[in-house]
């Protein structure tokens, strides 16, 4: 049987390899949400491929609004793939470490007060 630490070391290997050939992997036309937005915007055709210059429109005035620190999982245009390697390696591993802290934060608030 393998022990907590092990498992734990191998999805974390298996979640970095997914994330690094799905860099690779990904298509730069977007689909699904972004697609769709693209399409009601009248920039972009529902059968046709995206153009180069296609950007969503946001109307945000008075709206909450954020700028991501890694805006479509890369660092950069400048760092090309390389950026989105770094983006997903250190995304994971930020995500990996938030769920470890929930769940020591909720084994001390089960844990009873002396």
Do not use: W
């Not at 690779?24 to 920039?43: H, I, K, R, Y």
């Not at 609004?65 to 793939?81: H, K, Q, V």
């Amino acid at each position: 049987m393998i022990d907590n630490k092990t498992f734990i070391i191998g999805g974390i290997i298996v979640a970095l390899l997914i994330g690094v050939v799905a860099v690779f992997m990904a298509s730069a036309d977007p689909d699904g949400l972004e697609s769709t937005a693209l399409v009601v915007q009248g920039q972009k055709e529902l059968t046709g491929a995206t153009p180069e210059n296609a950007e969503i429109q946001e109307d945000l005035n008075g709206k909450f609004s954020y700028t991501s620190p890694m805006p479509d999982y890369s660092l950069g245009e400048s760092m090309g793939p390389l950026g989105g390697l770094v983006a997903i390696v250190g995304g994971t591993i930020l995500a990996f470490l938030v769920v470890i802290g929930l769940i020591y934060g909720l084994k001390i608030a089960g844990k009873p007060v002396k």
